[in-house]
C-alpha cells in the first residue's frame, strides 16, 4: 500500500467533496530565476549577509541530503522548499559536515527572485524563490562539482532505466521525452525505474585501467521530481499526483493554457477535467511538478538504486532530423558539447521559451562546467567501454515508436 502523507492545511485545495483533496504550492516564480553561476566574493558576502539577516528574523530550519557520498546542508525559511528536499533527498546524521551549503532564503529586502554560487566554498544562495527545480538542480550540481574533481566520476542530466538486466541512460534537454520513455520501459513486465533526471557514474581512479566491468549509473534521489503533464499520457498517474507533494498545479480553468471552447481540451481533445468535475487539472501548465516516491509507483519490487551502462540513448525534437540515427564516438561528442535543444516552458527565461537555444552536454545543473572532463568521461565510456549511442527524434515518431526503438538498441547490446 503506497503512503498517504499528511498534508500542509494552507495548501488544501478540495474536489467533488472535502474528502478529496491535494496538497499543491503555488511559487510566485514559476521557473528558474536569474543566476549567477560564479559570484564574485564581495557580491556573494552581501547577499549572503542579507539572507542571514532575513533567517535571524524569521527562523529557519536545516536538513542535510546524501548525494552520492557528497552531503550538501539546505538552510531555509521556505516551508515548501524544506518539505520538498525532506522528500526528496536521503538525509544523513546532523553532525556530519556538509561539502556543500544551500540557503534559500523568502522575504529578503531589495533583491529580485536570484541565485548566486561561490565555487571556492561550495556555497549557494536562493533569494526570494521557492522554485524547487532550480533548487534541486544547483544541489546537484554542487555535489557534481565535488565528484567530478575529487572523485573521477561524470554527472549526467538524463533518465536510468533497466529492460532485461540491462541499464540505459536517456541523456536529453527537458521536455524532449526523457521521462516518459523511462517510464516506457518501467512499465513493460521486464522494466525497472532507477531515475528520471540525473546519474552519476563512477570511472576508476586509474584512467589507463582495463575495462572488467560494465560502468555503473546511479541516482541519488529517492523520489522522481515529475513533469506532471506526463499525467496526460499515463492517465492512471492521477491518483499517485493526488497523494504526492505537488508545485504549481493549475486548480482554476480560467489559468488553463490549453481550454477549447467551453468544454474541451487541446491536449487531449477530450472534455476538459475541470468541467468533468475535478477540482485540478495536471497538465493545464507546462511546468507543473509532482514529487513522486518511486515505490509509489508500482511497488519497490520495480525500483533499483543503479543500472550497468549498456546503452546511452539522446533524444531531440524537431520536425526535419532523422527518426534514428547510430552514432560513433565523435559524432556523439559533437551533438552532446553542442547541446542545441528547444527552450520549453519551465527550463529557462519564459522570454526564451519555444526558442532554440545551447546547453553543453544537456546539462544546465553544471555549476563549474569542465568541457575537457565531460568529454574526456563521454569519450572512454563510448570507446574504451564500447557503450553504443544512438539518438532519437520524438518529433517525428510516437510515444511507441520512439520505445520500441530503444527496447530494439537494448535487445542488440551484446551480439556479434
Known sequence: MAFVRPLPINNLVSVRSLELQVSNYVTKSKARVRADKNTSRDEFQRVLNLARASLAVTGFKSSKANLNGIVVELITNSDHQYEFWKNNWWTVETDLLPHARMYSVRDVNGIEPSAYYFPPTNTSVFVNTEYYGQCKSWALGMAAAILEKRFNTLSIHGASAMYRGKGVVIVAPTGTGKTTQSFKIFLSDEGKICGDDWVYVKFPENP?????????????????????????????????FDRSLNENVVTKKEDCDHTEGEEMC???????????????????????????????????????????????????????????????????????????????????????????????????????????????????????????????????EGVEETHKRIVSALDSVGRS
Open 208 to 240: 589507463n585501467e582495463r575495462p572488467s566491468e560494465p560502468l555503473i549509473a546511479r541516482q541519488p534521489e529517492k523520489s522522481l521530481y515529475m513533469r506532471s503533464e506526463t499525467q496526460k499520457d499515463f492517465e492512471w498517474l492521477r491518483p499517485i
Open 266 to 396: 487541446k491536449l487531449t481533445g477530450k472534455k476538459c477535467v475541470f468541467n468533468d468535475g475535478f477540482g485540478w487539472c495536471y497538465y493545464a501548465f507546462g511546468n507543473t511538478r509532482s514529487l513522486v516516491m518511486r515505490e509509489d509507483l508500482q511497488g519497490p519490487e520495480k525500483v533499483v538504486q543503479e543500472v550497468p551502462v549498456n546503452l546511452v540513448v539522446l533524444l531531440r525534437r524537431d520536425d526535419r532530423s532523422p527518426a534514428e540515427v547510430r552514432l560513433d564516438s565523435n559524432q556523439a561528442i559533437e551533438i552532446l558539447k553542442n547541446g542545441e535543444y528547444q527552450v520549453l516552458p519551465g527550463a529557462g527565461p519564459k522570454e526564451m521559451w519555444g526558442r532554440m537555444a545551447f546547453e553543453s552536454w544537456y546539462n544546465p545543473y553544471l555549476l563549474e562546467p569542465d568541457d575537457a572532463r565531460q568529454e574526456f568521461f563521454f569519450r572512454s565510456m563510448f570507446e574504451k567501454w564500447g557503450v553504443p549511442c544512438v539518438i532519437l527524434n520524438t518529433g517525428v
